[in-house]
């Protein structure tokens, strides 16, 4: 039955222009702020032209409208094509498309564009909360687009809800069938541009303060589940990158030296954890200090960094086993001298203060611990607001100020070790973490980022030493407090002072990372790998690809279409001969200009054409008195409808014209 | 048809000039059995087309006043001792006759109209114990006032549902209404008029009507209507079965009249603003629409195929 009625109430408007208005907004976040804007302003104008129809826009207007969004989009991308410019004009264009919602078709479209919508947002955000919001959207989106299509208002609001869950319940095996077993891409879909998610943290480059910086940041870095026994707290660092060189100012790797080889560790790491890295950009990977071997066979550099070929551009996980007890003696040739090379701004005093110590060692070990033991007892300060050292920082640091953060510990060390003769480099990485005993995880955040150092003894190897620990050993064991103080004042340790309302706040931020790290986990992180490894399990893992993604679409296509066709076949008979003759008939007299009404029954018809027509009589009166005998008469047999369609056939009003 | 029934249709047109529609409309519903409700307002010859069609036809005519004060006894009969037999008899009343005129029906108490309603229903009357049947054929013109005139008690829906057919006069053309006022009386005309049919001939046109073919896809038009207008907010209630019932039958009648032995459906459309017009209640702002005007619209958003 056809609906006759394209209009559309002022409430079912208004619906449809608050559930797109959902389906947009996120994005208003990320595209450029004239676009935002942009946007409030046409969602706004929708929504006053509902309450005051004389603002509903004109043709020209919504013409001019359009180009305008499409110009303000091109000057903020210079492109329309790819991820950004894409999402850009997209979302121009639906919110036009709302500002345009006259009659039922336009809410279609509007309602299908919206759908669409919703999936973009997945390009830019796949975090659960977005997830909800979104598939609150659907819901709502869906329970429009049924209201809609229904011929009776439904009596209460719920009954389209009711039916909607119906319908997602109906939808989700489906859905996991598809997330299962449908091929997934080897990137995911969301990765096509350089991923906007990337939070600033490390960087292979390192001047004193910047560590400093990153501490005021709350942004996890990356999280780790134990599957052994977790480490003390002080026995989690984790490993970064390690620095060698220096100009005096600056900390970084010179390109050059840079010689990588793939170490193959034999030792056996008793740590066994998988890390949830967020995307920074770089492409070293964070592992318990020392790692031994990963399961996604990551590059060990000989300076024992866990590396991949790209940078970490969207979240990653991985499986490493790492070991604290590995005495780590991998040297490569010129490695040694590289740990010795000191900038040019080496002064005086700094010579003197090694020399000291030297002169009272008797190995380099005890020149370790001299050192050492010059930081717990002079008057250094570990704040986490050191002033800016700007000319030769190690020595105004070490000479004068006496304030500092791990970094400016970690440098002036190195250097020192290095004057002294020792082979020292610089580590970078995290240390600590706080524990979540909701997953059993820990979260590494920016504010635990640390520096520390290690030295080359003959005897031990690569050895770990955390000047800091010397001087503020609860670095080591606490949290950081957030509260920086005024310049200079020494830091605050984070104790296990919480009251009850902190308590409970911490537990519930503990809940709501954990429910996120499983969706990642579980959801997100579900990947071609996971994919293959399950395909192995049963045996499927001889398919190509192609030949897997046929079978999958075969398995969830056919059965559908099967339904479909029952369910349009079940709608819809065959049209008897009579009909199929008498509907030609109908368009041979339409084509002369005589076409019957909807409504209009057969005599009712003859009687018009015969009057526009009164050459056609003979004709026109035979098959319709035919056609109502095998329609409408009794005992009708189908020699009859036969001869009605030859009748039909030979009927051809065209070759005659009235009047001739 | 019988050339008797083209002649009472020309007859009666004769005398209620310029409604010859009205009139096969009329005969349409005595042919189907069913009950007439004329609504109009006074003076348009209402009674006239009541009197008219039961003297063509040679049917005795009874015509009830409906009043305010009107009792059930006033129309079905009442019991009266009879001192001589010792016993009650029971004295027949107006209902008792081949075609009964209830004049202005919406002016009695609603107790009083369901008395006449139940006996159109059942054609029988039951009173004291006693059950009688009324003649055969029985054929009740019910007349009433737009109920938005002043002292009427508007018939509930489902006693608007026992009148097969609610037709209105109308005022008369022009032409129409100068040869009514230049011509004589109506009513004397009427009585010089030969009676054209009796109750014997109509029993057995009622049973040829009965015997029209009505096809499958007819059938299914009807019923599409009904599915319409059981869908489609418009209506605050759809037409019940009943009403699917009325329809073929009256359509059954008209197409008897228009001398076929099948029903097409422009038989059906041809009825169908008199069959449920008063079945149909619109809701919103189409409530003011009524009849033809409902019809028409409901025809055009229902597709014959």
């Known amino acids: 039955m056809q609906i006759a009625d394209h209009s559309l109430t002022a409430r079912q408007h208004l619906l449809v222009s608050l559930c797109a208005g959902f389906a947009i907004a996120p994005h208003t ?163 096509l541009g350089i991923g906007s998610s990337g939070t600033t943290g490390l960087s292979d480059r390192m001047t004193p303060g910047q560590i400093a910086e990153l501490i005021e940041s709350p942004e996890v870095a990356f999280r780790v589940s134990f599957v052994t026994e977790a480490p003390a707290a002080e026995q989690r660092y984790w490993r970064g990158l390690v620095i060698w060189d220096t100009d005096g100012h600056s900390w970084f790797n010179r390109k050059d030296q840079v010689r990588e080889r793939h170490m193959q560790l034999k030792a056996h790491g008793e740590h066994s954890y998988e890390v949830f890295l967020e995307a920074h950009q770089q492409r070293w990977l964070y592992a318990l200090d020392v790692p031994v071997s990963s399961k996604q066979r990551f590059r060990l550099s000989q300076d024992l960094i866990l590396q991949r070929r790209e940078p970490v551009r969207q979240s990653l996980t991985y499986q490493v086993r790492s070991t604290t007890e590995q005495q780590n003696k991998v040297v490569m040739p010129g490695m040694l001298q590289r740990a010795l090379e000191l900038p040019d701004n080496v002064t005086q005093r700094q010579f003197e203060l090694v020399e000291g110590w030297r002169a009272n060692a008797k190995s380099p070990r005890e020149i370790v611990e001299l050192a050492l033991s010059h930081f717990n007892k002079q008057p250094f300060v570990y704040t986490l607001t050191p002033p800016r050292y700007l000319d030769n920082p190690i020595d105004q640091f070490l000479f004068n100020a006496q304030e500092g953060f791990c970094e400016h510990y970690a440098t002036s060390f190195t250097q ?227 001869r009605l369609l030859q009748q039909v056939r030979q009927f051809r009003p065209g070759r005659q014209k009235p009047g001739t | 048809m019988g050339p008797e029934l083209a002649e009472a249709i020309k007859a009666a047109g004769n005398i209620l000039l310029g409604k010859q529609e009205v009139v096969k409309l009329s005969l349409t519903c005595l042919l189907a059995r069913g009950h007439l409700l004329i609504e109009d307002v006074p003076g348009v010859g209402k009674t006239t087309l009541a009197h008219t069609l039961a003297h063509l036809l040679g049917l005795n005519y009874q015509r009830i006043q409906f009043t305010s004060d009107l009792l059930p006894s006033d129309i079905i009969g009442v019991s009266v001792f009879d001192t001589n037999q010792q016993n009650f008899q029971f004295h027949r009343g107006p209902i008792f006759a081949q075609v009964v005129l209830a004049d202005e029906i919406n002016r009695a108490t609603p107790k009083a109209q369901s008395a006449l309603l139940e006996a159109m229903e059942e054609r029988q009357v039951t009173t004291d114990g006693a059950t009688y049947n009324l003649p055969e054929p029985f054929f009740v013109i019910a007349t009433q006032n737009p109920s938005h005139q002043v002292g009427t008690f508007p018939l509930p829906e489902s006693q608007l549902d026992r009148f097969l057919m609610r037709i209105s006069i109308g005022y008369p053309g022009r032409s129409a209404e100068r040869d009514l006022l230049a011509g004589g ?121």
């Not at chain 1, 598939?135 to 989106?141: A, E, G, N, P, T």
């Not at chain 1, 429910?515 to 579900?526: D, E, K, L, M, P």
């Not at chain 2, 009849?291 to 409901?298: Q, S």
């Open chain 1, 416 to 642: 020192l070790m290095r004057i002294a003769g020792i082979p020292t480099r610089l580590v970078l990485g995290y240390q600590g973490g706080e524990y979540n005993e909701l997953g059993d995880y820990f979260i590494i955040r920016q504010y635990d980022a640390h520096a520390w150092t290690e030295v080359w003894l003959e005897e031990s190897g690569w050895l770990r030493v955390d000047p800091t620990a010397a001087v503020a050993p609860e670095r080591i064991r606490f949290q950081l407090r957030n509260d920086f103080g005024t310049e200079g004042s020494p830091a605050m340790f984070q104790l296990d002072e919480l009251g009850l309302v902190g308590s409970n706040l911490r537990r519930f931020a503990h809940m709501l990372d954990n429910a996120n790290i499983q969706w990642r986990r579980w959801i997100i992180g579900y990947s071609r790998e996971h994919q293959f490894s399950l395909m192995r399990n049963f045996g499927f893992d001889t398919l190509t690809p192609l030949q897997w993604s046929l079978i999958t679409i075969g398995l969830i296509a056919v059965p559908l279409l099967l339904v479909a066709l029952r369910l349009v076949l079940s709608g819809r008979k065959q049209p008897l001969p009579e009909i199929i003759a008498y509907d030609r008939f109908c368009k041979k007299l339409a084509r002369q200009g005589i076409s019957r009404k909807t409504y209009e029954g057969p005599m009712d018809y003859a009687k018009r054409a015969i009057g526009e027509r009164p050459d056609l009589t003979a004709p026109i009166s035979r098959i319709t008195a035919l056609y109502i005998k095998v329609r409408y008469g009794p005992n009708a047999d189908k020699s009859q409808s036969k």
């Open chain 1, 29 to 191: 976040l990320h595209v450029p702020l004239p676009i935002s804007l942009f946007l409030i302003f046409l969602f706004v104008w929708r929504l006053t032209a509902l309450r005051y129809p004389q603002f509903q826009p004109g043709r020209w207007l919504l013409v001019l409208t359009t180009l305008g969004g499409v110009i303000l989009t091109f000057s903020q991308y210079h492109t329309l094509i790819g991820r950004d410019a894409g999402v850009g004009l997209l979302t121009v264009m639906m919110i036009l498309k709302i500002l345009e919602v006259r009659r039922r078709q336009d809410l279609y479209v509007a309602v299908f564009i919206s759908y669409f919508v919703i999936i973009t947002h997945f390009l830019f955000d796949q975090s659960m909360v977005m997830a909800l919001y979104l598939f609150s959207v659907m819901v709502c989106l869906t329970a429009l687009l049924i209201e809609i299509n229904r011929i009776k208002p439904s009596a209460t609001t719920l009954e389209p809800f009711v039916r909607t869950a119906i319908i997602t319940l109906q939808a989700i095996p489906i859905a996991i069938v598809l997330f299962v077993i449908f091929p997934r891409l080897s990137q995911p879909l969301w990765n």
């Open chain 2, 185 to 305: 009386d109506r009513r004397a005309a009427l009585e010089d008029h030969p009676v054209v049919l009796d109750s014997q001939r109509l029993s057995e046109y009622q049973h040829q009507v009965a015997k029209v073919h009505v096809a499958d896809a007819l059938i299914e038009y009807c019923q599409d209507i009904l599915a319409h207008t059981r869908n489609m907010p418009d209506y605050r209630l759809g037409l019940s079965p009943r009403a699917g019932l009325a329809m073929l039958q009256a359509a059954r009648a008209w197409a008897f009249l228009e001398d076929r032995d099948l029903v097409l459906p422009e038989d059906l459309q041809a009825i169908l603003p008199a069959t449920i017009g008063h079945r149909l209640q619109t809701s919103g702002e189409k409530m003011s629409v009524s009849g033809d005007g409902l019809v028409k619209d409901l025809l055009n958003k229902i597709p014959l195929t």
